[in-house]
């Protein structure tokens, strides 16, 4: 199984400012993704990050608000810019089980942001 | 209609009881199922994974699919406070993305 790891764990932050969670698989995946999960709430996928390619973003999410970057194959960068107290929440990255196959995922253990 | 729905809990049971969770989908072209579980401030943990109707046994985990009527579970058994966590199902087609339900809270109690 992969592992996968965060970091900061946590944070608490300003508004207006933006912050950068940086996720490290280690092994070498196509695909990974970023999940916000809000308190009481499911995941909820934010957009998925290809090596090589822009990153693909679900309806709901901008570029310009949640900008990813996917340098290699093992590492990813989701910013959330500008933020105000509705970005709270956990963020979590996730890389697939199978090489290819995006039908099961494992998580990263999270980025618990607080904005004030 | 969401596209999959699951009751929040919390749902506390004793320490060795079966425990039953559950979740019903919308979209009949679901191919994968899975359980995932997610203590507190920790990231989700991929329990079970099944493609096709019926049981799937791990250990004290079984998770069941019945595609006709839409409707997943998971059972544990002889369940132990270690258990206690947040179970979210979670289905999806095939390379597709992954929906997944609200999450059950679940206390074992001691």
């Known amino acids: 199984s992969a592992v996968i790891s965060q970091k900061p764990s946590r944070d608490i932050c300003q508004r207006g400012t933006s912050l950068t969670i940086q996720c490290q698989v280690d092994?070498?995946?196509?695909?990974m993704f970023w999940y916000r999960q809000q308190p009481g709430q499911s995941l909820t996928l934010i957009a998925t990050a290809n090596q090589g390619s822009e990153a693909t973003y679900e309806s709901g999410f901008v570029i310009d608000k949640f900008p990813i970057s996917r340098p290699n194959l093992t590492f990813s960068t989701l910013t959330v810019s500008n933020m105000s107290p509705e970005d709270s929440s956990i963020y979590l990255c996730?890389?697939?089980?199978?090489?290819?196959?995006?039908?099961?995922?494992?998580f990263g253990p999270g980025t618990r942001l607080t904005v004030l | 209609q969401k596209e999959v729905e699951q009751d929040p809990g919390p749902l506390s049971v004793p320490e060795g009881a079966i425990v039953s969770l559950n979740c019903t989908y919308s979209n009949s072209a679901f191919q994968y199922f899975m359980w995932y579980r997610q203590y507190s401030r920790k990231g989700p943990e991929l329990l079970m994974y099944t493609y096709s109707s019926g049981n799937k046994e791990d250990g004290r985990f079984t998770a069941q699919v019945d595609k006709s009527s839409k409707y997943i579970s998971l059972f544990i058994r002889d369940s132990q406070p270690s258990d206690s966590a947040t179970y979210l199902c979670a289905m999806s087609l095939r390379d597709d993305k992954i929906i997944f339900g609200k999450g059950t809270r679940l206390h074992i109690l001691p």
């Open positions: 092994s070498q995946v196509t695909m």
């Open positions: 996730s890389a697939p089980l199978l090489a290819g196959a995006t039908d099961t995922q494992y």
